[in-house]
C-alpha cells in the first residue's frame, strides 16, 4: 500500500507530468535580426526576402508587430529574457557585465516542474549557463567559421560553420540526448547576422545580381535630432571599416592589431583552412579588384560599403533561415510538431542603412524593435497582434506555457491570453526603455525613454536632451517635436508617465546631467 501510495504521488507531482500534458518549447534566437529583414513584417527589403522559413512559421503562427527590446545591446537583452526583469534588477546593464547565475531564471523554473531544459549556441553572458541539463555555447561572440564552444568538460573545436554546426547541435540535441519522457525546452541560438557579417561558403554569391534597396533614409543628417545623435561612431560613410567589416581590399602594411574596430572577421578569415579561404577569396577577390578600379568617392564609397554590408548581412541571414526550416523539418518528421510551440526571436532590431547607421543601441524604431514570432498548433494560426510587447514578457510567458508558477518579482507579463487573442484589459499603454553603455563602442550616450503606440519620448539624460516622436505621422523620427509649444501639454503628460515607469520598475539609476566640461569634452 505504501508503495503504491508513493507511485501515485510521484505520478501527480508536477516533475512527473506526462510529456504529452504540457509542450515543448523551441526557443531560436538570433542576434541583431532587424524586423525589416524578414519578409513576413512587409519592410522595404521584403522583395528580397531571404526568410521564406520564418515567413511560414509566422503565416502558421502569431507576428508580434510591436515587439520591442528593454536595452537594445546583446548582452543585456538576453539577460533580461533569462530573469524576467530589467537590466538594473538583473545586475546586467552593459555588455562588459557578467552575468549572476546565482540569481533566478526561467530554466531552474522550468527544471522544477520538470522540463528538461537545454542551452546550444550563442550564450554571451560572460558565466557558464546555469538551469540547463545540456548546453554548448560559443566562449563570447564565437566565429563564424570553425568555431569553439564550451561546454561543461571544457573547449571543443568544431570545424565548418557556425549556423549550422549549432543547427547540428541542436538536432543532435533532439534526436539523441534528450528524454521523450519529459517536456523540453531548447534554447537554439545562433551568433548570425551579428557584425561582422560573414556568410557561408555556399552564399557568397547570393544577391550578386540582385538589386537590393537603398535604406530611405541612408544620407540622413541628424538634423533635427538632439546633439547625441550627430557624435555616435556607427555610421556608414565614416566607421564601417573597409577591410574588417566589408572585407574590401587590404591596404598595403595593414596592422589588423591596430586598427580601430571590430577586428573579429578579419582575424576569422586568417583561421579558415586552405579549402575555405580559396572559395572565400574566390568570390570577394575580383569584386574587390573592380571596386579598385572604380575609385569611388563620396556617396558612391558610402553606397558600396552599404551593398556590401547589406548583402553579407542578408546572406548570414539566409543561413539562420535554412536552420529554421531544418528544425521544423525535424519537429514534423519526429512526431514533435503538434505538441512543440516554436519561437522565433532576436536580440534587437539593427540599422540596416537606416539613418546612414549600422549596430543598434538606440531607442529609435529600427534598433529597439525585435522580431517576434511564435507558432502554437491549435492556438495561434496566421494572426498578427499589435500590443506592446517586451523582451520581458518571455521569462514569464514561458513559465506560464510549461504551467509553472511566475514568479512575484518578475516585471513582465505572460503573452499566453495574447497568443489566445484575449489581450487582457489592462494590458500595458507604454513601454520603458534603458540603454548604459556610456561611454563605449559605438559612443551612443545613455538615455531612458517612454513609448506609447503613437508617441515616443526619449531622454539623453546625461547631456539633459530630449526628443519626442509622433510615430504616427513620423515613423521614420525624422522630425523631433520636443519643444515645440503646440505638443507641450502631451510632452508634460509623457515625462509624468516616463517617471511613473521608472519607479514601477525600480529604476533608480543616477541620471543627472554631466558637468559642463565633461559633456564639451564628448563633443570634441
Known sequence: ??????????????????????????????????????GAYDGWLKDVNPTPNIDKLARQGMLFQNSFCTNSICGPSRAVIQTGKHSHLNGFMTNGNKFNGDQQTFPKLLQKV??????????HLGTDPRGFDYWQVLPGQGDYYNPFFKTPKGRVKIEGYCTDIVTDLALDWLKEQRDSDK???????????????????RHLHLYDDVEVPEAPTLFDKWKDNASPARFQEMEIDRHLHLLCDCFGPEAEGFDVNKAKTDRSGYKNKLRMTDEQRKVWDAAYVPKNEAFLKANLKGDDLIRWKYNRYIRNYLRCIKGVDESVGRLMGY???AGLEENTIVIYSSDQGFYLGDH???????????????????????????????DLVQNLDYAETFLDLAGAKISDDMQGRSLVPVLKGETPDDWRESIYYHYFEYPSVHMVAKHNGIRTQRYKLIHFYQFDEWELYDLEKDPDELTNLYGKPRYADLTGVLKRDLEELREHYADNTDTSVMPAEWRKQFRQ
Open 1 to 38: 500500500m505504501k508503495r503504491l501510495l508513493t507511485t501515485m504521488a510521484l505520478l501527480l507531482s508536477p516533475a512527473c507530468a506526462v510529456a504529452a500534458d504540457r509542450p515543448n518549447i523551441l526557443f531560436i534566437f538570433t542576434d541583431d535580426h532587424a524586423p525589416h529583414a524578414i
Open 114 to 123: 520538470g522540463y528538461q531544459t537545454a542551452m546550444i549556441g550563442k550564450w
Open 183 to 201: 517536456p523540453f525546452m531548447l534554447m537554439c541560438q545562433h551568433k548570425a547576422p551579428h557584425r561582422t557579417w560573414m556568410p557561408p561558403l
Open 331 to 333: 519537429l514534423k518528421e
Open 356 to 386: 546612414g547607421w549600422y549596430d543598434k543601441r538606440w531607442m529609435y524604431e529600427e534598433s529597439m524593435k525585435m522580431p517576434l514570432i511564435v507558432k502554437w498548433p491549435g492556438v495561434t494560426k496566421g494572426s498578427v497582434n499589435t
